[in-house]
T-cell receptor, first 111, second 113 residues
Framework: AQRVTQPEKLLSVFKGAPVELKCNYS??????LFWYVQYSRQRLQLLLRHISRESIKGFTADLNKGETSFHLKKPFAQEEDSAMYYC?????????????FGKGTKLSVIP | KAGVTQTPRYLIKTRGQQVTLSCSPISGHRSVSWYQQTPGQGLQFLFEYFSETQRNKGNFPGRFSGRQFSNSRSEMNVSTLELGDSALYLC????????????FGPGTRLTVT
């Protein structure tokens, strides 16, 4: 079974402070990991995925297979980063057509 | 191009009734997935369709079913509604298998009374 854990329901940081949203996963094979974000009154949308190794809106995430983690980081938080963030996982083989989400972390950036 | 659309946006049903929700994917997208979102359980995978074939189903009872048409539009059906089925139902589409970026619709808010 595949599982995603986001230990923090709410994370509050001051503007300009570093941000780290934690994500741990459980999966027996090679996972594909994603971060999705939902801004207020907007649709859920992809922020980044580990295979592309991109930096989107200043956010990065590194897959640590040893610690089974995929934490999302940003060095300097901005007010517009306030949103709900979901970590998600899918398998990479045939039959893995299921995206499993964590329960999400609400990020609040204090001006 | 137009995004994923879902109809209806809001729905109120009574226990025991059945409901059908519709999802129109982005043009050219062949994969459609459905999710149930509730405050307690978060986002839970219901099923995924690709080229009219259901390829995976989440851990939901048989009352939840779906289908996909040749134009990639998808419907999900919930029979014998229970109070616990009250949720936001999200549909997402992608070009290819589920590892690709999924584009989400606005959701259908179902309330069962």
């Amino acid at each position: 079974a595949q599982r995603v854990t986001q230990p923090e329901k709410l994370l509050s940081v001051f503007k300009g402070a570093p941000v780290e949203l934690k994500c741990n996963y459980s999966y027996s094979g090679s996972p594909e990991l994603f971060w999705y974000v939902q801004y207020s009154r907007q649709r859920l949308q992809l922020l980044l995925r580990h295979i592309s190794r991109e930096s989107i809106k200043g956010f990065t995430a590194d897959l640590n297979k040893g610690e089974t983690s995929f934490h999302l980081k940003k060095p300097f938080a901005q007010e517009e980063d306030s949103a709900m963030y979901y970590c998600a996982l899918t398998g990479s083989g045939a039959g893995s057509y299921q995206l499993t989400f964590g329960k999400g972390t609400k990020l609040s950036v204090i001006p | 191009k137009a995004g994923v659309t879902q109809t209806p946006r809001y729905l109120i049903k009574t226990r025991g009734q059945q409901v059908t929700l519709s999802c129109s994917p982005i043009s050219g997208h062949r994969s459609v997935s459905w999710y149930q979102q509730t405050p307690g359980q978060g986002l839970q995978f219901l099923f995924e369709y690709f080229s009219e074939t259901q390829r995976n189903k989440g851990n939901f009872p048989g009352r939840f079913s779906g289908r996909q048409f040749s134009n990639s539009r998808s419907e999900m059906n919930v029979s014998t509604l229970e109070l616990g089925d009250s949720a936001l139902y999200l549909c997402a589409s992608s070009l290819a298998p589920i590892g690709y970026e999924q584009y989400f619709g606005p959701g259908t808010r179902l309330t069962v009374t």
